[in-house]
């Protein structure tokens, strides 16, 4: 069973092309970000990506999260 993947941010750029990465690769992913349409969303609705409104509740057990941050990169997972 492959890992299930929540990033808070989904929509920024950074986070956006990661999501799509692991999304492609047969990882379950969602996120969460503001409720605000931005550019960055269209392909993530396009592979059926799940964009949730930020609330803990949206985050089940087991789930590997990712925030994005600044200093956010790849070798921090």
Not at 34 to 61: H, M, N, V, Y
């Amino acid at each position: 069973m492959k890992e299930k993947f929540h990033f808070i941010r989904i929509k920024a750029s950074r986070m956006n092309n990661l999501a799509q990465i692991l999304f492609d690769n047969g990882y379950e992913v969602q996120g969460s970000d503001i409720k605000e349409e931005l550019f960055t969303q269209k392909k993530l609705e396009q592979r059926g990506i799940q964009i949730l409104p930020f609330s803990k509740a949206d985050i089940s057990s087991g789930t590997l999260v990712r925030k994005y941050t600044k200093r956010s990169c790849l070798s921090s997972f």
